[in-house]
């Protein structure tokens, strides 16, 4: 009866073991949702353990079925052409910077199960005078039924973290949330200067807005630097760049819990003049990972 009753002791807790698990929002537009091609992957970039991706549908603004996914282990195929009806997740030739964030994070935390909540729509603008067919972030902005991207944004994460078991493992899930990587700025650079002088607020807002829809005020946010290709005909595609750029060194300069990544400036670009080549998006990965791991234990 002894033995029984200690046996016992030690299986009560583990009936209620609950494991902590890294949870990170990946958000923008194009280059966050990623062109890379999964031809191009290196072998360690093929193959993840403990790690796990919720990719939210991404369609435009007014439409009601954005955000639905399913979790799932992560591997090459969650770039631009990635489909999911909330059940089956249809994987793309592409990828984005979450395979090279993905190895080097593990490798900062290597005890630590990771998992991504990523909704990107390609040519999202925040300001929705810039939004054309593509959609906005602006989370007052109404348009088509009252639905924008940040709504989206927000069903993802809804949807996400109404499972409780991410891995499957019978296990209860503690998720920790420690970043929001966030790529976009292009289409704000891409119209007048009005729009281009509004992007700090409209940054500013949005970011804390997605540090309350995760209930951490002060979550580490990394932005990534917007860059331009200069393949057009006036040698620049981004004629409000150089205003989008500031504010976003700005944002980070005033927010303590924020970093920019600056490595852009030096990717070569795909097959288009919007978008960087594979390397850049291993490149741009592996950046986020080491500026969110030092905003993480600074």
Known sequence: MTKLKILFLFLVPALFYTQKIRVFIL?????????????????????????????????????????AGQWDVLKPGHGTGFKTDGKTNTLSDRFGLELSFAKRIKELFPNDKIAFIKYAREGTSIDSLAAANFGCWDADFNGK???????????????????????????????????????????????????????????????????????????????????????????????????????????????????????????????????????GYIDLGRNFAEAVFRLIIK
Not at 36 to 55: A, E
Not at 245 to 260: C, G, H, S, T, Y
């Open 145 to 279: 039924n009252g639905i924008n991207q940040y709504d989206h944004f927000l069903k993802t994460v809804k949807n996400a973290l109404a499972e409780s078991d991410i891995d499957r493992n019978g296990k209860k899930d503690e998720i920790i949330p420690s970043g929001i990587l966030w790529m976009q700025g292009e289409s704000d650079a891409g119209y007048t200067e009005e729009v281009a002088d509004h992007y700090y607020n409209h940054l500013k807002t949005l970011m804390n807005q997605m540090r309350a829809a995760l209930l951490t005020d002060d979550l580490p946010v990394v932005i990534g630097k917007i860059s331009d290709s200069g393949k057009n005909e006036k040698g620049k595609v981004w004629p409000m760049g150089e205003l989008v750029q500031f504010a976003q060194e700005k944002f980070v300069k005033d927010d303590k819990n924020a970093a920019i990544i600056r490595s852009t400036v030096k990717y070569n670009y795909g097959n288009d003049p919007w978008h960087y080549d594979s390397a």
């Open 27 to 67: 958000a923008g537009q194009s280059n966050m949702n990623g062109f890379g091609y999964n031809k191009d992957l290196p072998d360690d970039l093929k193959n993840f353990k403990d790690v796990y991706i919720f990719q939210g549908n991404s369609v435009p603004d007014g439409e009601a079925n954005g955000g």
